[in-house]
């Protein structure tokens, strides 16, 4: 086990991909404590908002590999696919699934206004605007850059 960990720490890839996830979080939280003037600990584990901390790790990992292993390499094409299926799903599927929620929750809303139900509200805030994903995509890469 120590090895392994060892070996984690040493993996400059993983280590350059796990900051800028904690990077893009932080900025997150940054943001919210500025828009909203208080602190809330889901901002820095939860999903969406400004910027996609996906696309930047995504993104990151991507340009770290094919600066590493050189970007006509298998492994630069496996992350660099990985990276658009990520950005993809973070911006098109959960985005939707965003909107499906807010809808769901209106509906909820007026069927509890008239008396008839009591459930929990679904988490709208899921998916990634196309800004918040290029911006992710844009500090993944600065950050590969910087540390590679």
Known sequence: MKDVLTQL?????????LSAWLIAQAIKVLIGVIRLRRFD?????GTGGMPSAHAAGASCLAT???FERGFDSIYFALA???AIVVMFDAQGVRRATGRQARILNKVMDDIYWQGRIQEERLRE???HTPVEVIAG???????ALVSC
């Open 9 to 17: 720490v040493k993996n400059k890839i993983f280590i350059t991909t």
């Open 41 to 45: 600990f889901r901002w820095f584990v």
């Open 64 to 66: 770290a590999v094919g």
């Open 80 to 82: 660099a696919s990985f």
């Open 125 to 127: 805030l899921v998916g």
């Open 137 to 143: 995509f844009l500090l993944g890469i600065i950050i």
